[in-house]
């Protein structure tokens, strides 16, 4: 962060943040928090009731609403509700997860829309930040500049010319296959978003354009961020549109601080030091995770396990160590390669800290990281519940041996450091107001 960023700004402004109830964007959110703070502005997470004291620490305040169920629980009902449709592939997960999970997200927003409009009058911000993929209307009508952290694959910014979002097709695929899960998507949510677009101007919303689809979200007037590299964007293929502002990362510096110490378990252990983290959704997958630690158990490499709610379950063998939750950014500078969802802001972090990766993508703009980051050079894309054993061990191989990677990870990782364009995020948001 340059020093510019680090000192005090002239005027204190209270900015509220709104993140989706998952791990990933709540992070998000705190990675632009954090320079915030620094320049001397109150932060303010308005934030399901689950999360009371996790945000304290870091010296923002917090304010509560709706019922106290833990993140955790939340994922693995979630997964107990779709882990058949996971199974699936993107095209073929569209009429029934896509559907009833967007269903899910849209009586949400609605159930939580009273309550988020009681947060903003206690808050009283400035700014609105909104991390959330389904249009909040007591945020973007409370009469102060909103801004959409879109901590998504940037395929969402919906471009003829890129694949379609949530798709995992090739860049360079067949153009019948794109309008194929286009014209299916378009069959699947259509009826959705008529009846949410009427909801949300009866709450004195905008309507919804399609600008954004198929976000059921109207793009900010005021500034939209995203989070991507730009060695994997996809600014080859179209340009940025207006008030759009790429961001390479957003990467909780006060959590990277001090180094994580090796567990004893695999310390003098031979191999190299792997990470698995199958996300806030993927981790609560019992069958799922016990699947591939009985793969990696025949490695020869040593594992840290992001283990997840359903951790205390299963054990792990002997080249393997793990919590429920893990300090995933102290984890990353010192592991070798990561095996991951592809959630954005896990291949984000990954990114920064310069690993190659193998990705196994469960649903949306997973399936996107997963191709691009394969597309780029950066890594392998696997089959997530049929890969076989030998192709997961093998790229394991594969990408430890691969040393012009190594090279070309860690320059991207210097000037991913170097730039830190979190200070022009800062600078963006300040002449907001």
């Excluded at 993107?90 to 409009?117: C, G, K, T, W």
């Excluded at 009058?121 to 102060?144: E, F, M, N, R, W």
């Excluded at 076989?388 to 991207?412: R, V």
């Amino acid at each position: 962060m340059s020093s510019s960023s680090s000192s005090s700004s002239k005027k204190q402004l209270t900015i509220l943040f709104t993140p989706f109830d998952a791990f990933g964007h709540v992070h998000a959110c705190i990675g632009i928090a954090e320079p915030l703070k620094q320049r001397g502005h109150r932060i303010v997470f308005g934030i399901a009731t689950g999360w009371k004291g996790k945000l304290l620490p870091y010296g923002f305040e917090e304010v509560l609403y709706g019922e106290e169920t833990k993140p955790s629980q939340v994922h693995v009902e979630f997964i107990k509700t779709y882990a058949s449709e996971l199974r699936k592939n993107s095209y073929d997960q569209l009429a029934v997860f896509e559907h009833d999970s967007q269903r899910d997200f849209i009586n949400m927003v609605i159930d939580n829309d009273p309550l988020l409009r009681d947060v903003v009058k206690k808050v009283k911000p400035d700014i609105i930040i909104v991390d959330h993929y389904v249009c909040q209307p007591s945020l973007v009508t409370a009469g102060v500049p909103w801004i959409w952290l879109m901590s998504a694959n940037p395929l969402g910014l919906n471009e003829e010319n890129c694949p379609p979002r949530g798709s995992g097709y090739p860049t360079d695929g067949d153009r019948n296959q794109w309008d194929k899960f286009r014209k299916e998507l378009k069959r699947i949510y259509e009826p959705q978003w008529e009846e949410f677009n009427q909801w949300i101007i009866e709450q004195g919303a905008p309507p919804l354009t399609k600008q954004m689809w198929p976000f059921f979200q109207n793009a900010s007037p005021y500034l939209n961020i995203y989070l991507y590299p730009e060695e994997t964007d996809y600014l080859d293929l179209r340009p940025n549109p207006p008030k759009w502002f790429r961001c390479d990362a957003l990467v909780r510096t006060s959590e990277s601080n001090g180094k994580f110490q090796i567990p004893e378990k695999l310390a003098n252990k031979p191999g190299k030091l792997i990470y698995m983290s199958m996300g806030s959704f993927g981790s609560a997958d019992l069958l799922l995770m016990k699947r591939l630690i009985g793969i990696l158990e025949h490695s020869p490499h040593r594992f840290i396990i992001s283990k997840g709610p359903l951790g205390d379950e299963y054990s792990l063998p002997d080249n393997m160590w793990g919590e429920n939750m893990v300090p995933q950014v102290k984890i990353l500078p010192i592991v070798d390669l990561i095996i991951t969802h592809g959630g954005n802001n896990t291949i984000t972090e990954n990114f920064y800290f310069g690993k190659p990766s193998i990705i196994l993508p469960l649903f949306a703009d997973q399936f996107d990281n997963a191709q691009r980051i394969q597309e780029k050079g950066f890594g392998i894309r696997l089959d997530t519940y049929y890969c076989s054993e030998e192709e997961l061990l093998d790229a394991i191989e594969k990408l430890l041996a691969d040393k012009e990677l190594a090279k070309k990870l860690n320059i991207m990782s210097k000037k991913m450091r170097e730039t830190d364009n979190r200070a022009k995020v800062v600078e963006l948001i300040e002449v907001l107001v």
